[in-house]
């Protein structure tokens, strides 16, 4: 079975300084996909950025970028230059069969100003 | 573009009760997922529907069901509420469904509160 294990589950970071999240993941499949997901308080939840597995290049998203490590099943997300905006919770997710994505539980990610 | 909409956005039910949720998927957009949002146990499928025919279930009972229509509107249905199926319920809709792009687009939720 597909999963997806976020062990922190809240981390708290002062305005502009740089935060790293973690997660990894257990699967069977080739080729699937990694995302990080952004859920801010009360808000839709909404993609943040998105690796393809068959991908060795790290995925950046302006102030976000992911460290993925295929073998040692790790898609971390780092938020550079962390702005109050960024307090909300994250989801790493993967695909897996029958491209079902799986979730972590999440993290609860505070800015600080 | 109007994004996915979801409603009721809250509603509190007893024991026993059904409800009925509903969602409507970006325009175009013919993928409509469910999950189920709890403290606990985070974020958990439920099902997919894709052209009005259920392409992927996760581990719910049967109490849990849904459908999609037409215009690719879906709604779900939980029967003989219990005190554990409170929860956020997010709808998510996409353009191909949980296709390895993966990009889904949630909605605001619906709270639904058994007492």
């Known amino acids: 079975a597909q999963t997806v294990t976020q062990s922190q589950p809240e981390m708290s970071v002062q305005e502009a300084e740089t935060v790293t999240l973690s997660c990894t993941y257990d699967t069977s499949e080739n080729n699937y996909y990694l995302f990080w997901y952004k859920q801010p308080p009360s808000r839709q939840m909404i993609l943040v950025i998105r690796q393809e597995a068959y991908k060795q290049q790290n995925a950046t998203e302006n102030r976000f970028s992911v460290n993925f490590q295929k073998a040692a099943k790790s898609f971390s997300l780092k938020i550079s230059d962390s702005q109050l905006g960024d307090t909300a919770m994250y989801f790493c997710a993967s695909t897996g069969a029958n491209s079902k994505l799986t979730f972590g539980k999440g993290i609860t990610l505070s800015v600080r100003p | 573009k109007a994004g996915v909409t979801q409603t009721p956005r809250y509603l509190i039910k007893t024991r026993g009760q059904q409800v009925t949720l509903s969602c409507s998927p970006i325009s175009g957009h013919r993928s409509v997922s469910w999950y189920q949002q709890t403290p606990g146990q985070g974020l958990q499928f439920l099902f997919e529907y894709f052209s009005e025919t259920q392409r992927n279930k996760g581990n719910f009972p049967g109490r849990f069901s849904g459908r999609q229509f037409s215009n690719s509107r879906s709604e779900m249905n939980v029967s003989t509420l219990e005190l554990g199926d409170s929860a956020l319920y997010l709808c998510?809709?996409?353009?191909?469904?949980?296709?390895?792009?993966?990009?889904?687009?949630f909605g605001e939720g619906s709270r639904l509160t058994v007492l």
């Open positions: 998510a809709s996409s353009l191909l469904g949980h296709s390895n792009t993966g990009e889904l687009f």
